[in-house]
């Protein structure tokens, strides 16, 4: 046993040196811009982690939550956002394991990251071969594109309530323009600035949404009768599950850590918060307007228009720029390792080569306008399989061999005392996932998606909008 400790010990020791041998000498070079450059720009520590994963969580998600508790009811509302939070952390920690377990084994073979940033999918192929590497490709990129276009679309959404001279559509080439500009950012090094003003743009935006509501008081003859359909309960209950689905780039993350074995609670501690932030704001705004949410996706149309709201709006149109960056980030880093251009130090090269990622997103943002049903579409049939069911299969098949236990990286949990109760646990996630998330969450998601096509047709110019007087000289020439 003795033997056995000493070379772990001694693997991560190696796995300690190589990244901070990799960070030293990528910190060589220009000295006088050292000192505020790290502090602004190369963040690589527990807190920068922390930061990037709690401010990455809860974005646009945050206005669209006391929707889903007007599917849901205030009871069920609560008790799966409690759920599907512990959940995410539970397939966040499986995934760091994953991470740690693949990228020991590559230093033991004295492969360097130097100039490379580890994904997802490279975890995938290097533990369980190339057909893993096609899925988890596959599920995430799709995601990171859904995640991209939703945040385009809340954009437009948010914007339109401060200025509606111009409808959404135009908001949202006006938008995709701005947030083209994140191909700029190299990697997850470079947010630390971003993801820890990110944090307290939603946490203003929480704080001011459930003041509000107490202040603004329950509207005349306020109802609360969900949950009364099934197909509703279950679209509110997906989005909740896609609200703690947010580790797509958790790989990507991990990565920019000068110490990634620390990770392991990040996310935990990071939903932790989160909580503090989405439980009193969906709450109060559902018992202040109870089943009007039900046709009002985006809980800033419910709000009295003031100075506050106004801010918080602002606020929330700059945090979705930063998580389109977060989004995008490592579908720019896929796309370069495509075309051969991810070992390259310059930045315009590598800038100009992202371009064409953003192209597409911006075209679907301008078909799909549906703020709210596409977050569940997204949560039902992407979320599901990327952050829960994949890295739970990937940990029970990465250590189904007793050496492959023995062996491990990382040992489990103390709060799990042996590997069947792990197995056990995985299977349960893989199982209720797939049945209700997948299952059921997709069934009435995509209905609830079709129904909105049918109301509202694609390219919609101006989704839930609410009525005009006399049409104005813009509506009348295209």
């Not at 994953?98 to 360097?112: A, P, Q, T």
């Not at 701005?178 to 971003?194: D, E, G, L």
């Amino acid at each position: 046993m003795i033997p056995q400790k000493q070379a772990e010990e001694a693997m991560i020791s190696s796995l300690n040196q190589s990244i901070e041998r990799d960070e030293r000498e990528d910190e060589k070079g220009d000295d006088q811009l050292f000192s505020l450059r790290s502090l602004l720009w190369h963040g690589g520590s527990v807190y920068d982690a922390w930061f990037s994963c709690a401010s990455n969580q809860v974005a646009q998600v945050l206005l669209t939550l006391p929707y889903s508790f007007s599917q849901l009811g205030m009871l069920s509302g609560i008790i799966l956002q409690i759920f599907y939070g512990l959940l995410g952390s539970w397939t966040a920690y499986l995934i760091s394991i994953l991470y740690i377990e693949y990228r020991s084994r590559k230093e033991k073979e004295n492969v360097s990251f130097k100039n490379h940033v580890i994904q997802w999918f490279e975890v995938l192929e290097g533990l369980l071969g190339p057909y893993w590497k096609a899925i988890g490709l596959a599920f995430n990129c799709t995601f990171l594109l859904c995640g991209s276009v939703i945040q385009l679309i809340g954009c437009a959404s948010n914007i339109y309530y401060i200025n509606d001279k111009l409808d959404k559509r135009t908001w949202t080439y006006i938008f995709g323009a701005c947030c083209a500009t994140t191909v700029f950012i190299p990697s997850f090094h470079n947010y630390r600035m971003w993801s820890f003003l990110g944090l307290g743009m939603t946490t203003y935006t929480a704080w001011y949404m459930t003041i509000a509501a107490f202040v603004h008081g329950q509207v005349e003859n306020v109802t609360h009768s969900g949950p009364n359909k099934l197909d509703l309960y279950f679209t509110g209950a997906t989005n909740i599950l896609y609200t703690f689905g947010g580790h797509a780039v958790t790989v990507e993350i991990m990565h920019a850590m000068w110490k990634p074995q620390k990770f392991k609670y990040v996310y935990l501690i990071a939903t932790v918060y989160v909580f503090t932030l989405t439980l009193p704001s969906a709450s109060a705004v559902y018992w202040a307007f109870g089943d009007q949410l039900l046709d009002h996706a985006n809980a800033f149309s419910l709000l009295p228009r003031t100075g506050w709201r106004d801010a918080a709006v602002i606020l929330m149109l700059i945090h979705q720029f930063i998580t389109f960056g977060f989004a995008c980030t490592p579908l720019y880093f896929v796309w370069e390792k495509v075309i051969g251009v991810h070992d390259t130090k310059s930045i315009c090269l590598r800038a100009l080569a992202r371009l064409p990622v953003v192209i597409p997103i911006w075209f679907l943002a301008i078909i799909f306008p549906f703020f709210g049903p596409i977050n569940s579409a997204v949560g039902a049939l992407l979320v599901s399989f990327t952050v829960y069911i994949i890295p739970s299969l990937a940990h029970m098949l990465t250590y189904r061999s007793a050496s492959a236990r023995q062996n491990a990286a990382e040992k489990l949990p103390r709060f799990i005392p042996n590997w069947t109760i792990m197995y056990i646990v995985n299977a349960f996630v893989v199982v209720w996932v797939f049945v209700v998330g997948f299952g059921f969450g997709g069934w009435a998601s995509v209905s609830n998606f079709i129904k909105q096509v049918d109301t509202f047709g694609l390219f919609a110019k101006c989704y839930q909008c609410p009525p005009k007087g006399p049409p104005s000289n813009h509506t009348a020439h295209h």
